[in-house]
């Protein structure tokens, strides 16, 4: 299957550019110049991935991202930013991004980026191997087919919020630091911080929490980390 990316940017030579290298990868692209364009074609069309400009006339980068996102529209983003700032940086993050760029970069940077992305969101063709759908509690997490549930009803999640909770899941009633949530999900050369972490685990409490100021679930055990664990009452029952 042909993977369709959309190109959301103001301005005309870097739209060009990245669709030029994007075709010549094989990736089919569409291109859009502002927020609102950008809405309508991701909501009209199933795209495989979206970049994402910041900075962008009238709804910007970061409104267009909340939008999606609170319409549980799951659709990776990368989001593309002028700013070296890690304010802006971690906001987009928070809202709901997947990665992030810095212009300028390289074409050679930007395709690793977007291929790392791609491949966390591949289902095998093949069935699960043994084992690797694991089940904690009312949590129900298909490793291998990027697949979770709560109680039986499938939850809507990004490719980090999901790669975060299948690292947990794995490890279960551990108390893991962030430095090691971050070096396994993100990689030991990604260049962020363990504040990214927290606004993954805020926004999976958000999907699994029946009150995600009170969390039963992901706990967190202060100057230490977070752990996952089963409510007493449901590990009775």
Same mark, same amino acid.
């Given at each position: 299957?042909? +993977?369709?990316?959309?190109?959301?940017?103001?301005?005309? +030579?870097?739209?060009?550019?990245?669709?030029?290298?994007?075709?010549?990868?094989?990736?089919?692209?569409?291109?859009?110049? $502002?927020?609102?364009?950008?809405?309508?074609?991701? &909501?009209?069309? $199933?795209?495989?991935?979206?970049?994402?400009?910041?900075?962008?006339?009238?709804?910007? *980068?970061?409104?267009? +991202?909340?939008?999606?996102?609170?319409?549980?529209?799951?659709?990776?983003?990368?989001?593309?930013?002028?700013? $070296?700032?890690?304010?802006?940086?971690?906001? *987009?993050?928070?809202?709901?991004?997947?990665?992030?760029? +810095?212009?300028?970069?390289?074409?050679?940077?930007?395709?690793?980026?977007?291929?790392?992305?791609?491949?966390?969101?591949?289902?095998?063709? &093949?069935?699960?191997?043994? *084992?690797?759908?694991?089940?904690?509690?009312?949590?129900?997490?298909?490793?291998?087919?990027?697949?979770?549930?709560?109680?039986?009803?499938?939850?809507?999640?990004?490719?980090?919020?999901?790669?975060?909770?299948?690292?947990?899941?794995?490890?279960?009633?551990?108390?893991?630091?962030?430095?090691?949530?971050?070096?396994?999900?993100?990689?030991?050369?990604?260049?962020?911080?363990?504040?990214?972490?927290?606004?993954?685990?805020?926004?999976?409490?958000?999907?699994?929490?029946?009150?995600?100021?009170?969390?039963?679930?992901?706990?967190?055990?202060?100057?230490?980390?977070?752990?996952?664990?089963?409510?007493?009452?449901?590990?009775?029952?």
């Amino acid at each position: 299957m042909t +993977t369709r990316i959309l190109v959301v940017d103001d301005e005309s +030579t870097i739209r060009t550019l990245i669709e030029y290298n994007l075709s010549q990868e094989g990736f089919i692209v569409d291109t859009a110049e $502002d927020g609102d364009e950008a809405l309508q074609k991701a &909501e009209g069309q $199933d795209y495989d991935l979206i970049l994402l400009d910041l900075m962008l006339p009238g709804r910007d *980068g970061l409104a267009v +991202t909340k939008t999606l996102r609170q319409e549980k529209n799951a659709t990776p983003i990368i989001m593309l930013t002028a700013k $070296d700032s890690e304010t802006d940086k971690i906001v *987009g993050l928070e809202l709901g991004a997947d990665d992030y760029v +810095t212009k300028p970069f390289s074409v050679k940077e930007l395709l690793a980026r977007i291929h790392a992305v791609l491949r966390r969101m591949e289902v095998p063709t &093949e069935a699960p191997a043994a *084992g690797r759908v694991v089940t904690f509690g009312p949590l129900t997490v298909d490793i291998d087919g990027l697949q979770a549930s709560l109680r039986g009803v499938p939850l809507t999640l990004t490719p980090k919020e999901f790669d975060v909770l299948a690292y947990l899941v794995q490890r279960p009633n551990r108390v893991i630091s962030r430095e090691h949530i971050l070096d396994a999900v993100w990689g030991v050369d990604y260049p962020t911080e363990t504040r990214t972490v927290d606004m993954q685990i805020s926004h999976l409490r958000e999907k699994i929490e029946a009150n995600p100021k009170e969390p039963q679930y992901l706990q967190t055990i202060r100057g230490f980390g977070y752990k996952l664990t089963q409510p007493t009452s449901e590990v009775s029952e």
